[in-house]
Structures are given as C-alpha cells and as structure tokens.
C-alpha cells in the first residue's frame, strides 16, 4: 500500500489521482510508519523544489506580480496542498479523543515551511485560500507548544489578515480576524523574520483601507495590535502620520477612534508610549501647516469631545500643559501661536490649578493685537467659542470688552477677509444660543454694513447670519437692510458665474474635452442672497407672487432669472404653479399684436444668430427685428420671463427629482405647458427660451410628438441645414431627456463604423487599390459606399426617399467600382450614392456634437466601445497608409504649373484617397481624435488593440510628413501670386478634369496634414510621443510647401475660368478665396509653434526655437496684416526666457536666416520692419529690488 504512494509522487498525474480517492489515500496513510512518512515528505520537498527554481517562474515588474510559468507546476502545488490537508485530517482522525499533545514529524515541519515560503511568494490567490484552510485544519489540531506550533498560529493570523485586506476580502473576514486577534501573542515582536515582518506590512497597509478601519472590528484589531509592542506601536504610528496628511476628514475621525480606543485598552509602558505618540500628535497640530494642523486637531478631537472623563483630563493636563502653556505668548512664531490659540479654542472650558479663568480670559484680548492674519482668524474663533459656551459664567463686562475685540478690532473695514469670516462664522454658531440671541439686536445696526463688502465669502457668510437670525428669532433683520447696493453685487456675481460657467479646464482645448469651473463660493452666495430678498416675497397669493415676479423683472431682469435659478426657499409645488402663470402670461402677451414679430417664422435667421452666431432652416427676412430698440426691449423682457419659468421648473435637487414624477405633477404639466406654444417658436425668436423650458418639463416624447417628429427631422438632416446650433442646444438635451439618444446615436454609429471599415478595407488590408488608377486621385468617389440602407428612425434626406431594403438594417459592403465612360451608372444608382454621401457627412457632423458633451461620454462608451475601438484604430492606420503613399517618391507637381514655359505631359502620379471633401475630413478627424482622447483617459486599458501601436503610427506619421521631398521645391517657393510671381493660368489652357483632380488633390492633402496638427498637438499635450525626436521645421515647411503646390494649381484654374468668361469680379472672388486659404493656413500653422515653443523641452533651446521660426517667415507674405504678426511675435516673446538671444534674432533677422535668398526683398523688408518694433516683455523685479 506503501509503495502505491511513493512510486511516481513527483507526477502531478500520480498525485492528482490519490487525491481523488480520499476514503483509499486515508486508509493507506492510517498503515504507513513513521519511516516511510519521511520518506514521503523528502520526496515531495524535492519535487517542490524542481518545480518552483527561478526559471520556472514569471514576474511582472509591472504589476509586481510573480507566477508560474507553466500551468502544471501550478496545479502540482495545489494538489500537494491538499495531500498535506489530507494528510492532517488523519492525523485528527487518529486522535479523536484529543487528550495526547500532538507532535508532527520533523520532515514534515520542513515540508511545511518550504509550502509557506511558496505560497507567499507566489501572486496567487488560490493558492493562498487552499493554504489557508490547511492552517486552519493544523490549528485545529491539539499541538505540542513548541516553535513549529507558534510559527503555524502566526501564520493563520497572517492569511487572516491578508484575506480581510484583498479586494475580495468581506466583513465576515475583518470579523473572523478579531476573533482570532489573541494570536498576536505568538508574534516575536521587534525580530526582523519574514513573518513578523509580513504582519508588519499587512498592518500598516490595512491603515489605507476604509473598509477595514472603518468596520468596528477593524477598529478593535488595530488597537489591539498597537498595544502589543514598542515596535509595532512605532511601525503603525508612522504609517498613522502619514497617512493623516492625506485622506479626508471623514476617514481621519476613524483614525481618531483607533489612538482612543488604543491609549484607553493600554497599561503600563505601553501606555507611556501611547502618550508620547499622542505628545507628538499635538505637537505637529502645533508646527505644522495650518490645513495639514487641521487634521491632526481632527484626530486629537475625540480626547477634547471626552473632557469630562477623568483620564482624559488627566491626559490633557499631562500633555497639553508643557506644549501650550510654556509659550504662550511666543508670538514670534506665528504657525505655533495661530495653532496653539485653536488648540486653545478646542480644549477650552478646562480648569487647573495652575491657571486661573481670568488668565484665559485676557489671553485672547493680547492676541488680538497680533498683526498675522492667521492668529487674527484663530482669536477670533477661540472669542467666538469662549463666549458661546461661557456666556452665563463670564461677567457683563468681560462679554462687552470680547465683543467690542470682534466688532471694533476684528470686523473693521480694513482688516483681512479670512478674520472677518471667522468671526461671522462664530457669530452664526452663538445665534443658535438662546441665552445670547438679545445681543444680535443690539449689535446687528454695527454690523450690517458687510452685506455690501468688496470680499465674496464675507458677504456669503453675513448673509448666512443674517437667514439664521431671521430663523432663529423669528423676525425680519432683512428690513434693516438697503438692498440696492446688494442687487448690484448680486447681478454682477451673476454675470461672473455665468462667464466662469463658459470657462472650461481644457485637458484638450481642440475638441472641448473639459471639466468646468466650478465656484461654488458664488453659486452659494446667489443663493443665499436669492433666498434673503425674497425673504417675504412668497407670502401671498401665487397671482400677487406672479406680478411681483413681473414688476422684479421690469426693473432688474438679471435679479430675477437669479432668483428663480438660485432660490431655494420655494416648495417645488408653488414654484410649478408660479411657473405655470408666468407661462401663460407670456403666451398671452407674445399673441399681441404689437410682439408678435417675436413669434414669426424665419426671424430666428436673424435674431437668434444675434445671440448665438447661428443661424436656423427657414425663410429668410430682411433686416434684423431686434434693431429696433423697441422689439429688443420686448425681447428682453419675455426672454428673461421663458427663463424665469425653466429655472422655476428646474428640480433643485433628488428629492424633488423623485416628486416630479408622480402622477399628480404630470397632470399638472400636461394642461399647463401644452405642445402647441413650442411649435409655435420653432424657427423664432423666441424659440430658443421655449425649449429652454421644454428641458425642464418633467414629461416624455409621448406628450410631444409634433416636437418629437421635429427633433427627429433636425437630427436627420444636419448635413443640409447646417443647424448645428439648434440640435446642440435644444434637440440633443431633450432627446437625452427622453432617453432616445442612444437610439439616434447606435443608428449613426453604425454609419459611421461601416465607412470606415470600408476605408480600411480597400487601402490597408487590400493596398491594390492604392494603385488602380493614376488617372483619378479619387477613383472611389462614385463607390456605393456601404451603410444601413434602412436605419430605425425613418432617414430624411433632402427629400430624396431612402431606398427599401428587403434585408432589414443589415450593413453591406459591396464591390469596389470608380465610374467609367464605358460603364455608365443609371439616376438610381446616383441617387443611392448621393442619399449615402449624406447620411455619412450627417453621421459625422451629428457625433462630433455627441462627443463634444462630457455628460453623453458614458453613453457612448458603454454602448459603443466596440464600435470607438475599431474606428481609433482603423482610421489610424489609414492615415499612417496615407502618409506613406505621399513618401514613397518625391511629390512631383506637374511642370506647367510652376513656369508658363513647361508643357502638359500627362504625367500623373497621386495617391489614391477615399475620404475627401473638407466637411468628411473635419469631422473624421474631429472624431478620430475626440475617440483618441477618451480611449486614453478613461478606458485605455480596456482598449483591445496594442496601444502602443497606436501611438507608434501618430509618431511615424509625424515623421513621414516631415521627411516629404517636393521636386522642383525652389522654384514651388518662389513661384505663386503671393510671392510676387503672376499667375501661371495663361499656360494653362487646356484645363481638364486632370487638372481639376490636381487641385481638389493638392487641397484634399494640405486638409489632411492641417487637422493632423491637432493630432500632433494632443500626442505632444499628454506625453505620448518624445518631443526630442521630431523635426518641426521640416513639418512647418511641409505644410506650407503643399498651400503652394495648392496656390499653383488653383491659380492655373483661375487663369483659364478668367480666359472664358473675362470678368474682372470672378477673377477677384478667386483670388480672394486663395487668399483666405493662405491665411487660414498662416494662421493655424502660428498657433501650432505657439503650442510647440511653450513646451518644457525648449524652455533653455532658444536657438532650437529660432530655427523653427526661419521657415514660417519664409512662406509669412506682406498680405499678413502687420498687426497679426506683431501679435504672434509678442506671444513668442514672451516663451524666451533667453532674452539676449532673442533680441539679437529679431534685430538681424536678415543676417541670421539662412532661407532668406529664397525671399523677394521686399517680403524680407516687411517683416524686419515689423521685428524691429517688437518689444520684449519687462522682467518682473526681482524681490528686494529698488
């Protein structure tokens, strides 16, 4: 039976299969002698240590994790777990009776130690659980007390401890270690050995887990263990410190809790060295900073909650009286004085025999001579405290002489804010007192000057004072108050929050991935300032609240749509029933004739666009309404009203989030705000206020179905109206509202995901077609473009019906074709191709103001990962493809476009492209790198291609368009009519369609490269690719050098339209629309160095700067206004911290530039005349400077 074991332990196969027959491997082991089980413990120690060697083992420095290497080992180790678990269940077996200590072999304790060794080393949590129960089952075990013994019992404690501190780990667990927590004593404490020195880890790491300290048990654990020992009490104290620095408050009064309930369970030295680290808490609430004092304060705040304890006082006594009391008045070191005086303001009321009451009385009044802001805010809070806990005890005079220090010393005009707001703050907490209440009436006429102070938190917090003592005394302080210098700071707070709502924190400035400002210290202030003026405004009749409203509105528009956005002292019933008579009062009155120019269509042409800079589908008007200052007046007013009643409608908060859809308010809603008033404004004036309101109208689509089908229709047709404008505002957020975004969203996403994968398709993974034909850069431009020929929502497009399919929505992707004089296409064909062209511009204009609203990011991301993934990395590699199509030879523009004398060859050579026109670039691109960013920032780890790949293509990319060789590239610089050379479009006289492919080319390219500077601009923003290694002057020519192939053919075009028709107004129109071209490239390329230069990398590289600059002036032409270039010079300047250098580059520019030859001498004199008047930023003086 014997040898059944031994033959072939070393096999997992072997091993495996005795395991499995428990009730046959027991018997067998019931039979063996003491002999034969060492033999067995030899031969599975030597197995374990042939399959755990280095080499057979894998780590991840990366996530620091170590595993096997082959699964085998792995499942050899688990198996070995359970033999010794069986093992040990018949050593139990065989002494039930339990009254023999139990004494293992000595093998076995090897065996054993050698299992622990591994599975601590192993990252491996089945292991780790398997070893567990085989603990659990030792411990269970009657043990002789010996070493082997403590060493099992410290090592459960240990698995107990990581098990409750693993992400898996459960409160059961955090129990079931409390339980268990009288192991400690087994723990060679202050002995540098593995397992001491484990436990010490898990411990300190169980102190930056909330769920553990914050379970009581967890609670209980650590004090124990901290009162075991010197050395762990020092391990644990240090990781306390620590990390008392940097969590929240919340999780610091758990920390509070343990050092209690640790100093509390102490005796003895340990309970001296509890004290001293307590010693040491108050002396860092003393010298440290002031916010990181705070939190120290916060853990020594239960010992000052528990004063009336003995042994607290005690403790207080003992500690507090040599820290505090020794330096007083050592006011030279002004943290120590601030924080002791709160230390003070804390402990205080306590009573000794070595100070006497009148001491800590007189101590604030000398304090408050103090010329530091921060002692100034401590004595002031201490003042505050001391009189609303000792106001009975302190005398009528003492009480007159501190309040005379709060108003006359530390509430003066002059004094700092952070002082003032200390002692509001003090002066609301003794409101609440009833025994002081009497004292505001006397004092409020000394201070009610604050409401109007130039300090935002002050005047928020006397308002807050003011709201408090009309609550607590039941009377009205608000009629002591003049209001008109308030209304003032309240509408310009208004219009300051309003701007700071618009400002974004640009992570990615391009493409509005941003989180915004939020100043919350204004927003409190609106509201309680809200709340204060219309203090007694809504106690009446809702028709008086109504025409308050109104009359409000007349005189202060801003105060009101403040009020009826910020106020919160109105029940969400009687705000629905102010809004519903509001509405109707502006229904009514925009029905009168005299405003109904208000409500007529087409005027949001003009109107609208006014306000927004967009305009809207509809008829067009003559003149703008709104001119005239009587409709704008009127515009105004009912403008203000509309957004009175959608912030009266607004919920404030969940709970009336939850009210608002209960049955009664839906009814309520559905005969008050009826549908036919939003028709009515669509295309108005007004139109943009209604649906403000529709937005917050609790009810769905079914109540709005006209509005619903309009929605829709906008949605569907972006590519015709261009009414960006009006689905980003209003349709967008109601159909989000609705809950049928997604719906709208998966339709288009699909659109977009089939065009892509149709652009892979035929140029990276089947690159012949990159090669097809040399006569049509645009050989797809008649393809039928794969789509979803029959989406949900019914496709509208410009009135063309969307061809039936009998396959449903499925996505097709057809057969290649490019048209052909021989294989002409039928009107249908056409009109599926023109209907499919829209529906992609239209996906890709309608998911760029998807992607621009942090709030639907979730949205996509949870529906559409799939579909974002693929897009990021398909449209990747189409550009590396792009790019490497431009580089495989020189770009060699066609020699008759340079010099008049060159003859048309017929010689083509284009890369092929699929995706063209400025609309489909824009938008692939302003999706590509919105797409990029949030795989980046929110999901890159879940992102299924190899990131870095990505990032490889960008870099690659950049390098490919810098490193494009142009042929004949000095005469393509110095020709064009820009650089002083005439148009070559004489020549041209046999512009064909190769021609114009030439110029739809050269454009189609310089798009490409110009949105790919957004690209180079955010891999450069987040880090990703090594500034160091790019060459910036070749990308800055590159860019320029491809507006010039453009400028060259665009002109020969020119030319030839100016031969046939003759006139001198087309000639002048083109030329215009060059020149645009020109400045929209100077432009973008001048904000891109802007980008560049300010980078860490060329802070100390004036020179590497310089150089950057020679090719943008080389292609910087004298139709650049001299402003502009000023402009963009005086923003360089100021990056150049090398300002010699600098000075000295704009003063020879002519000598320094070395492209200067390629440059008319006039271009050169025109912008040295311009460097000659930029003037350096002064040097702020340097501190101690006269």
Known sequence: MYKDIISNLGELAHLKQLCKKKPDLLATLNSCKAKEFEEIWLMLHKALEERTPPDKLLYDAENSTLLFREEDDRQYLLT??????????????????????????????????????????????????????????????????????????????????????????????????????????????GVPEKCTNSFYLLCSYSLNLPKFYAHPDGKLFLAHVWSQHESIASHLFNQFVHNTVLLSHDSISHYSQIIHSTWKNCEGPMKETLEIQIEHLVNLALKCPIKV??????????????????????????????????????????????????????????????????????????????????????????????????????????????????????????????????????????????????????????????????????????????????????????????????????????????????????????????????????????????????????????????????????????????????????????????????????????????????????????????????????????????????????????????????????????????????????????????????????????????????????????????????????????????????????????????????????????????????????????????????????????????????????????????????????????????????????????????????????????????????????????????????????????LLFIFEQLTQSDFQLPAHFICPHYSDKGDFNFAQLIIYGSDKIRGYFHLYISFFFLCYTNKRNNFPHDWHTLIDNTLRSIHLISSVKFKNEIEIVTSGRLAGMSAVGEAVAHVDDRVSHWATYTKTILQFVMHFLDMVEFTVAMKMTPIEDLDFSDLVKNVFMFYKCYELVQGGINGHEKRHTGTHTEDCDAGRSLLEVYLGVWTRVSEFLLFILNCDYFEKKTEMKLCVLYPFFLFTYEVVHKEDIERVMNKYAALIKERETFFGFVKNYKKNNSMVSYMRQSQVNYIQGILDNISLPKEKPKNGSS
């Not at 090897?110 to 060794?117: D, H, N, Q």
């Not at 924190?505 to 991935?513: F, G, N, P, R, V």
């Not at 398709?761 to 029959?790: D, G, I, R, Y």
């Not at 490019?818 to 599926?832: A, G, W």
Request: overall charge positive; proline content about 2%.
């Open 293 to 878: 004092a705070a939190r120290f304060r916060n853990v020594l705040s239960i010992f000052h909650n528990n004063k009336g304890d003995k042994s607290i006082n005690n403790l207080i006594f003992k500690i507090y009286d040599p820290i505090i009391w020794r330096s007083l008045m050592v006011i030279a070191q002004l943290e120590t004085s601030l924080q002791r005086d709160v230390h003070l303001s804390a402990d205080f009321p306590r009573r000794g025999p070595l100070h006497k009451e009148r001491e800590l009385l007189s101590l604030d009044g000398e304090l408050a001579e103090d010329v530091n802001a921060c002692v100034l805010q401590a004595v002031g809070k201490c003042i505050c405290h001391v009189l609303n806990e000792l106001w009975e005890i302190i005398s009528e005079q003492k009480r007159s002489a501190l309040v005379e220090v709060l108003i006359h010393k530390l509430l003066k005009e002059k004094q700092h804010d952070n002082v003032k707001v200390e002692v509001l703050l003090g002066f609301s907490e003794m409101a609440k007192n009833k025994k002081i209440q009497k004292l505001f009436a006397k004092i409020f006429y000394r201070i009610k000057h604050l409401i109007n102070d130039k300090s935002l938190r002050v005047r928020k917090n006397f308002i807050a004072l003011v709201l408090e003592l009309n609550k607590q005394l039941n009377e009205n302080f608000s009629n002591q108050i003049d209001f008109s210098e308030l209304i003032k700071r309240v509408t310009k707070d208004l219009f300051t929050y309003n701007v700071e709502s618009c400002i974004k924190k640009l992570s990615y400035a391009k493409y509005e991935h941003h989180e915004k400002v939020k100043n919350k210290e204004i927003c409190e202030f609106l509201k309680l300032s809200s709340n204060l003026i219309t203090y007694s405004m809504w106690e009446c009749s809702i028709k008086e609240q109504a025409k308050k409203c109104v009359n409000l509105l007349n005189d202060y528009p801003a105060l009101m749509i403040c009020i009826s956005k910020f106020a919160t002292n109105l029940e969400l019933v009687q705000r629905y029933k102010l809004a519903s008579v509001l509405f109707e009062i502006t229904n009514v009155k925009l029905a009168e004739e005299g405003n109904s120019v208000l409500l007529t269509g087409g005027s949001a042409v003009n109107g609208s666009s006014a306000a927004t800079g967009q305009g809207c589908p509809g008829g067009a008007t003559t003149g703008d309404p709104l001119k005239d200052p009587i409709i704008n007046g009127k515009y105004v007013k009912y403008a203000s009203l509309l957004l009175c009643v959608a912030y009266l409608l607004k919920p404030k908060n969940d709970q009336e989030m939850e009210l608002c859809g209960s049955e009664k308010i839906e009814h309520f809603l559905t005969h008050k705000f009826t549908e036919e008033y939003f028709l009515a404004s669509i295309d108005t004036l007004m139109q943009q206020f209604y649906f403000k309101v529709l937005k917050y109208v609790n009810l769905n689509q079914d109540d709005y179905v006209r509005i619903y089908k309009y929605g829709r229709r906008e949605l569907l047709s972006l590519h015709r109206y261009k009414n960006e404008h009006t689905c980003r505002k209003f349709i967008l957020p109601l159909f989000y509202k609705w809950r049928l975004l997604e719906s709208v969203v998966q339709t288009h996403m699909h659109i977009l995901n089939a065009c892509i994968d149709f652009v892979f398709l035929h140029t990276c993974e089947n690159t012949q077609w990159a090669t097809v034909s040399q006569a049509n850069p645009f050989l797809h431009a008649h393809m039928n473009l794969p789509f979803v020929e029959k989406d949900a929502l019914g496709y509208v497009s410009d009135e063309v019906e969307e061809p039936d399919s009998d396959d449903g929505s499925e996505i097709k992707v057809p057969a290649l074709r490019y048209n052909k004089k021989d294989d002409p296409m039928d009107e249908k064909e056409k009109k599926k191709i023109y209907i499919n062209n829209k529906k992609q511009i239209n996906a890709l204009i309608l998911l760029s103001l998807i992607v621009k609203k942090k709030k639907y990011h979730q949205m996509l991301f949870k529906s559409f990962s799939n579909i974002i993934h693929n897009f990021v990395f398909k449209f990747n590699s189409y």
């Open 80 to 189: 070995c777990i359970n033999f010794i678990c069986i093992y040990i269940q018949h050593v139990a077996n065989s002494d039930k009776k339990g009254k023999k200590h139990i004494k293992l072999d000595e093998k076995f304790y090897v065996l054993f130690c050698k299992l622990t060794e591994i599975q601590f080393m192993l990252s491996d949590r089945e292991v780790r659980m398997s070893f567990g129960k085989c603990l659990f089952q030792l411990c269970e075990l009657n043990l002789e007390e010996n070493e082997f013994s403590s060493y099992v019992k410290v090592n459960l404690l240990i698995f107990l401890l990581w098990r409750s501190c693993s992400s898996e780990g459960k409160r059961a667990d955090i129990s079931k270690l409390k339980k268990h927590k009288d192991l400690c004593k087994y723990i060679k404490w």
